[in-house]
C-alpha cells in the first residue's frame, strides 16, 4: 500500500467520525500528495463516495473532492463502454461457437445474460457513445485491442491472480483462450452491474428484487459493487427494498473480508503516528475511539494502553462517551478500570 492509498484509508477512518473540521484538514492533507495513475480506483476502494455521502454531505472539501471524483470516472467509463460492449458481443459469440462445438459445460452462463435483456442493455450503451464509438473507428484494430487491453489490465491481472494462477506450461492458444475468457467475464461483470445501477435508480421494488435476483448468480466481485457505488444508490433510491438492504449487507461482509488486510495496515500506521506524540491529536480522537469499539481484543488493549499513557483532556473523552462505553463492557481486565479511573480523575480534577 503506498502513501496515498494509505492517507485514503485514513481519511475514510476520520470521514466516518463525522468531524467536520478534522474531515476538511484531512481533504487539505490528501492534496499533498501527488495522485497516482488509478487513484479513481482507489478512490472508490476506501469506498470514500458513500462515507461522504452518510458522513459528510455538509463538508464542502469532501464533497467537492467526490465530486471531482465522479466527473472522472464517469469520462474513464465512457472511453470503457466501446470496449466493454466489444467484449461483451464476442463472449456472446464464445458461447455460441462452444455450444455448436459441443462444449456446453464451458461458458460464461449467457442464459441469464438474455433473461435480463441485455442486447437492449448494448443498444443504450451504442446509443449513449455514438460519439466516442466514432472516434475509435478511426483507430486500427491492433490500437484499439491495445487500448481494450489498458481498460482491463489492472482487473484481468488480479482475477488471474485470485482465481487462476499462472502456468507457463499451458500451450499458446490455451494461454490466449483463458486471457479472453478473463476479459470477456470482466466485461459480463460490467454490464450486470451497470443494469443493476440503471434498475436501482428506477426504485421499482418488484425490478430491483429481481435484478438482484438473477446478478446474484454471476457472482458479482467487491470492485464492480464499489465502482458503480451500488450502496450509495440503495441509499438513495432502495431503502424501501429488502433485496437492497440484503445486498448491501453482502457487500458490506465482502468488503471485510477483502480490506482486512488494510484495515490492519491503517490501524498500525495510525496507533504508530499517535504514539510517536505526547497527546492524541483532537482530529484523531474520533478515529482512536472508534478503534476502541471493536471486536478484536488486541485492538482493543492496545488503544486502552495508549489512552492510558497519553495525556489527553476529559473533554476528548466525554465528547465520544469512552467512560460510559467501558463500564459497559462485561469483563473488564486491570487495564480497563485503569482507564476507568484515569477518566474519572479528569471528570472530578483529581
Not at 250 to 279: P, W
Request: with cysteine.
Amino acid at each position: 500500500m503506498d502513501s496515498y492509498e494509505m492517507e485514503l484509508n485514513v481519511l475514510a477512518r476520520i470521514i466516518r467520525t463525522g468531524n467536520n473540521e478534522a474531515i476538511t484538514n484531512a481533504v487539505e492533507e490528501l492534496k499533498k500528495f501527488p495522485a497516482p495513475i488509478n487513484y479513481s480506483r482507489l478512490i472508490d476502494k476506501a469506498n470514500l463516495p458513500f462515507l461522504v455521502d452518510t458522513h459528510a454531505p455538509k463538508n464542502e472539501s469532501a464533497m467537492r473532492l467526490i465530486k471531482d471524483h465522479r466527473v472522472a470516472k464517469q469520462v474513464e467509463m465512457a472511453k470503457e463502454t466501446p470496449f466493454i460492449v466489444n467484449d461483451f458481443y464476442n463472449s456472446m459469440q464464445l458461447e455460441i461457437d462452444e455450444v455448436d462445438e459441443g462444449n456446453e459445460d464451458i461458458g460464461l452462463g449467457m442464459e441469464e445474460d438474455e433473461d435480463m435483456g441485455f442486447h437492449l442493455e448494448i443498444d443504450e450503451y451504442n446509443e449513449l457513445n455514438l460519439e466516442e464509438q466514432d472516434k475509435d473507428n478511426g483507430l486500427s484494430q491492433k490500437a484499439q485491442d491495445d487500448d481494450a487491453d489498458s481498460v482491463f489490465s489492472d482487473q484481468d491481472a488480479a482475477l488471474m491472480a485470485d482465481e487462476s494462477g499462472s502456468d507457463s506450461g499451458f500451450e499458446e492458444k490455451e494461454e490466449d483462450y483463458k486471457r479472453k475468457s478473463w476479459k470477456y467475464r470482466i466485461a459480463s461483470f460490467e454490464v450486470h452491474v451497470r443494469v443493476l445501477s440503471e434498475m436501482i435508480k428506477a426504485g421499482d421494488p418488484d425490478q430491483i428484487a429481481e435484478i438482484i435476483e438473477i446478478s446474484s448468480n454471476v457472482d458479482l466481485p467487491l470492485y464492480a459493487y464499489r465502482k458503480y457505488e451500488i450502496t450509495c444508490l440503495i441509499a438513495e433510491y432502495a431503502i424501501h427494498s429488502d433485496e437492497a438492504i440484503n445486498l448491501w449487507n453482502k457487500i458490506d461482509q465482502m468488503e471485510d473480508i477483502s480490506l482486512e488486510k488494510d484495515y490492519m495496515k491503517t490501524f498500525n500506521y495510525v496507533i504508530e503516528c499517535v504514539e510517536t506524540q505526547s497527546t492524541v491529536p483532537k482530529s484523531m480522537m474520533g478515529v482512536i475511539a472508534d478503534y476502541l469499539i471493536t471486536k478484536d481484543q488486541c485492538q482493543m488493549d492496545r488503544v486502552v494502553n495508549l489512552l492510558i499513557e497519553k495525556e489527553i483532556p476529559f473533554e476528548f473523552f466525554k465528547e465520544y462517551r469512552i467512560k460510559q462505553y467501558l463500564l459497559n463492557i462485561g469483563r473488564k481486565d486491570n487495564a480497563i478500570w485503569t482507564l476507568i479511573l484515569k477518566i474519572r480523575g479528569l471528570e472530578y480534577g483529581e
